[in-house]
């Protein structure tokens, strides 16, 4: 089923953790990356982890023997995923989905904003071929155009699709799900609203009903 993944991107910890039990009822997961775990270290995998499944949004890119550092350090903070960047290369990839383990990797197949159309798009199905033969266990694809969800969703079989860019960067998430999207992401549109309950419910029942 369809899932809504919370993006936790405040910047105090006890915020955070407030948000993620009010919220948890209605959540497949949640993400977190740099605003979050600098502000609160990365202890904060641990808090999170008891909560709901963490996955870790650290867009590595790297060489492989750093993307391998940075991997092991998520998995021994119990994160479920960690997302890597596939620009970098088939090497690096390997290296994170070799030091996963049992944790999941993502990889960046095109991004919402439109600053992915600069350079990236021309990219993303070498990106999502290369992620799927390498055995990474899913892709990030922009809910801001769903047309680009379903090319990739061609492309990747059955490999889980993470949709960003619902609410605050103009994606819907019923249309992101019904292009092939497995789960959506978002972030400002729950933890800016003033009653973060109300909005993730909303979004979960979009996804349900
Ligand atoms: P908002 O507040 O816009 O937050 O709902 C979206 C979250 O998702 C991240 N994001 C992306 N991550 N590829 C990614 O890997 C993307 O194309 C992308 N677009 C947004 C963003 O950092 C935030 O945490």
Redesign the pocket.
């Known amino acids: 089923m369809a899932g809504l993944i919370l993006?936790l991107?405040v910047t105090d910890r006890e915020k955070a953790i407030n948000i993620a039990n009010e919220v948890a009822d209605y959540l497949h997961a949640i993400?977190i990356?740099w605003p979050l775990v600098m502000a609160a270290g990365m202890d904060i995998i641990d808090s999170l982890s008891q909560i709901k499944p963490i996955i870790c949004?650290f867009?590595v890119a790297d060489i492989p023997n750093t993307t391998k550092l940075i991997v092991r350090e998520a998995r021994n903070h119990g994160a479920m995923g960690i997302?890597v960047h596939g620009f970098v290369g088939r090497d690096s990839i390997k290296a994170a989905v070799d030091e996963a383990g049992k944790m999941k990797v993502y990889v960046?197949a095109?991004?919402?904003?439109p600053g992915?159309l600069d350079f990236m798009q021309k990219h993303t199905d070498d990106i999502v071929l290369m992620a799927k033969e390498v055995g990474a266990a899913g892709l990030?694809a922009?809910a801001t155009r769903p047309e680009r969800i379903t090319h990739i969703r061609s492309l990747a079989g059955d490999m889980e699709i993470l949709a960003?860019?619902?609410?605050?960067?103009g994606g819907s998430a019923k249309e992101a799900i019904e292009a092939g999207a497995t789960h959506i992401?978002?972030?400002?549109?729950i933890y800016e609203a003033n009653e973060p309950a109300k909005a993730a419910k909303a979004l979960y029942d979009e996804l349900t009903l």
Do not use: L
């Open positions: 993006a991107d993400k990356g949004d867009k997302i960046v095109e991004m919402s904003h992915a990030i922009p960003p860019g619902v609410g605050a960067q992401i978002v972030g400002r549109r």
